[in-house]
């Protein structure tokens, strides 16, 4: 059964970091490009940031560039998301989707597995 977890997400204060964790179930992430999405309340669900098995390649949202960073540790089989400066316009569920082509794409219809998400919410 594949499976995605997150992890990581709380209240925090605008200028706060937090750090997000995905960990994929055996195998899950062993060769899948893994992103991170969010969903911010009456709003469709946006690309954050992905990063490729293969080549450890790594892709941004233009609203993310320089604050977030996406990395890997595949002896844990986990992702995680290095949010930096947050700001209250970046709250939202924060969810973990893994694409067993490896692509690293942005759209969310590319990938065929979810997490259930992981709250974050930043206060003024």
């Known amino acids: 059964q594949v499976q995605l977890v997150e992890s990581g997400g709380g209240l925090v204060r605008a200028g706060d970091s937090l750090r997000l964790s995905c960990a994929a179930s055996?195998?899950?992430?062993?060769?899948?490009?893994t992103a991170w999405f969010r969903q911010a309340p009456g709003k469709g669900r946006e690309f954050v940031a992905s990063?490729?098995?293969?080549?450890?390649?790594?892709y941004y949202a233009t609203s993310v560039q320089g604050r977030f960073t996406i990395s890997r540790d595949n002896t844990k089989n986990t992702v995680y998301l290095q949010m930096n400066s947050l700001s209250p316009e970046k709250t939202a569920v924060y969810y973990c989707?893994?694409?067993?082509?490896?692509?690293?794409?942005?759209?969310?219809?590319?990938?065929?597995?979810w997490g259930r998400g992981t709250q974050v919410t930043v206060s003024t």
């Open positions: 055996v195998g899950t992430t062993g060769r899948h490009a």
């Open positions: 990063i490729r098995w293969s080549d450890s390649r790594t």
């Open positions: 989707a893994a694409d067993s082509e490896d692509g690293g794409s942005y759209t969310a219809a590319e990938y065929e597995y």
